[in-house]
């Protein structure tokens, strides 16, 4: 595969719905906004509480920043990963 220059300092990105516990969605809401790779944090209403959108150099940081810092939030109930291509386009 042959990579194009123009995307060699580009980003990776995922989105992220996280399902809190009932009254505690703001709390998380103010832990998810200070973490690093977190370029975004909106309120939804129905199944999803929050969408958190994550910017890293590497798929591999946005792992870990969801793993070891968005699941561990103890008023997150569950979270559901949305991937992007190399376009930022996302996949289902």
Do not use: H, P
Request: charge should be positive; proline fraction near 0%.
């Amino acid at each position: 595969m042959i990579k194009n220059s123009k995307n060699k300092n580009k980003l990776s990105k995922i989105f992220i719905l996280v399902n809190c516990l009932e009254g505690k969605d703001d709390s998380v809401f103010d832990k998810i906004k200070k973490m690093d790779s977190v370029k975004d944090v909106q309120k939804t209403v129905g199944v999803f509480d929050l969408i958190v959108t994550l910017e890293a150099d590497s798929i591999d940081d946005l792992k870990k920043t969801e793993a070891q810092k968005i699941r561990t939030i103890n008023d997150v109930k569950y979270t559901m990963t949305l991937s992007t291509n190399s376009n930022n386009e996302v996949i289902c």
